[in-house]
């Protein structure tokens, strides 16, 4: 096995991704060569070096932001109901619209709490709004503006953040003068849609795209020779603040038998194997998250933002109990966001044989998708094999920054094409034409192709790569360019 990682932390964002001068000119070369229009494919390069910015969806319970959520991004994705509080266990996705790509954060309803947590879940809910690069405020215009309404303006006042104002709710002509009362708000134009059947949905989208930025300013990486980020996620109660213990040496945070103690991100500087790290201990992710108090809401939140921020990610499993779906989700969640993983498998001192026994078949069945993720098997409380720890986050970080220059990929890829060519789908069959190395943080692939290649092909590709050139502990994104027409000469 081979490992080209050679310059892989000196390589700078540039104009071309990753690849500097020579290697650029070696891949349009090829491009021009194979009839791609290099003024087509140079975007490909940067399509994920930068990051999305975010837009935060805001209102009180059943305005229908979840509709509004799925009519924008083009997918039932979000869970919708005719009742408030309704679960929705992811609360970030992609949409894309006239070209521009942002992430969508569904916050949930914000209410004001008469039991007199009022000012806990105010303090959250301006967390969720400072969080993002501009916020989406909901309005149900039959109903008009409510105090939960009033509170929440106040909020997004507070935080300065861009604001468009969406009226829902009207599907027709007759509906449209309730919208107009909502100029009485002060924030701007409402813009009257009707999220369930599409109305009006692409002036908002338009007015969103104003309000949002090109791209957020990178939080990860940007300062050299600074401690590298470990975020500790998890389920609740898996151990992730007992862990943040044993390795600093000391009571740094709360431990307690009761699920969910930690509820803010805590930065600690901690001196392990002779290096500084930075490891921030998260809330755990509730699955159910709104059968929790407005806290337990937003710190699933924090937690998401604190991945953002972080290098590698050490997802802390409970082995003494079967694997949950939570686990796999939670497993998910650092890899879409681009994050070395390691996977510590706590509480190993409470295994037996049996227990052992079934573990290794929930991994071999639940967890076969991210098998290049390092595995630590570790007891937080007794101190077991915290020893491997920084090795495993070590070579999931070098995984990570791994780099392949495009002469040696490509020459990989001829022989992976000569003996395993692709099947053949209708009469033809596709074939990888040559391919470059875009992007490191994590690795990012670019495959230009003769036609399309199926999901399968890409899986058999990526594991392929990693047997040549290892990619241990980092997620790998591999995208297609598919030559539309030869073009001759």
């Not at 991704?17 to 290697?23: M, V």
């Not at 005719?82 to 949930?108: H, I, S």
């Not at 953040?161 to 009207?170: G, H, I, M, R, S």
């Not at 967890?367 to 630590?376: F, G, M």
Request: proline fraction near 5%; hydrophobic fraction near 40%.
């Amino acid at each position: 096995m081979s490992n080209d990682t050679t310059g892989a932390t000196e390589v700078t964002s540039g104009a071309h991704g990753e690849l500097d001068a020579a290697e650029y000119a070696e891949f349009m070369a090829l491009a021009a060569e194979e009839g791609f229009d290099p003024d087509e494919i140079d975007g490909d390069l940067n399509e994920r070096h930068i990051p999305l910015p975010v837009l935060a969806v805001v209102g009180r319970p059943n305005v229908g932001k979840s509709t509004l959520v799925n009519r924008i991004i083009g997918r039932r994705e979000a869970v919708v109901e005719d009742k408030p509080g309704v679960t929705r266990d992811r609360v970030q996705y992609e949409a894309t619209w006239n070209g521009r790509r942002f992430k969508l954060v569904d916050t949930g309803g914000w209410e004001i709490d008469v039991l007199g947590l009022d000012a806990m879940v105010a303090a959250q809910a301006e967390l969720g709004i400072e969080s993002a690069d501009a916020v989406l405020f909901v309005v149900d215009a039959t109903v008009g503006a409510t105090d939960t309404d009033e509170a929440l303006i106040k909020l997004i006042r507070r935080a300065g953040k861009p604001v468009v104002l969406c009226a829902n709710k009207v599907d027709g002509q007759s509906t449209e003068a309730e919208a107009a009362y909502l100029w009485s708000l002060g924030l701007g134009e409402p813009y009257p849609v009707s999220a369930l059947h599409g109305r009006g949905s692409g002036d908002l989208l338009d007015a969103v795209m104003a309000a949002l930025p090109e791209a957020p300013p990178q939080t990860f990486g940007v300062v050299q020779g600074g401690p590298r980020r470990v975020a500790l996620i998890g389920r609740p109660n898996v151990g992730k603040s007992s862990l943040l213990n044993k390795v600093a040496g000391e009571d740094r945070v709360v431990v307690n038998e009761l699920a969910g103690t930690t509820r803010d991100p805590v930065d600690e500087l901690i001196t392990l194997g002779g290096k500084t790290w930075k490891f921030i201990d998260t809330a755990g992710i509730r699955r159910r998250v709104h059968l929790t108090a407005g806290a337990d809401f937003y710190a699933s939140l924090r937690t998401s933002a604190a991945l953002d921020k972080a290098e590698v990610a050490v997802v802390l499993v409970d082995c003494s109990e079967p694997l949950a779906e939570q686990d796999t989700r939670i497993i998910t969640m650092a890899v879409e966001a681009g994050r070395a993983v390691v996977i510590a498998y706590n509480k190993w001192d409470q295994m037996d044989e049996e227990r052992r026994y079934y573990l290794e078949r929930e991994i071999e069945q639940d967890l076969v998708q991210v098998k290049w993720a390092p595995r630590v098997n570790v007891s937080a409380l007794t101190g077991r094999h915290m020893e491997r720890l920084v090795p495993a986050i070590e070579t999931a970080l070098a995984g990570w920054e791994t780099r392949i220059s495009t002469a040696k990929l490509n020459a990989f890829l001829g022989e992976l094409v000569a003996a395993h060519p692709h099947p053949i789908r209708g009469g033809k069959q596709p074939r990888i034409l040559f391919g470059t190395q875009a992007g490191i943080k994590p690795p990012r692939f670019v495959l230009f192709a003769s036609g399309f290649l199926e999901a399968g092909y890409r899986r058999f590709v990526e594991r392929r790569l990693r047997e040549e050139f290892g990619f241990v502990g980092t997620p790998i994104s591999i995208s297609v360019r598919v030559r539309e027409k030869r073009r001759r000469k």
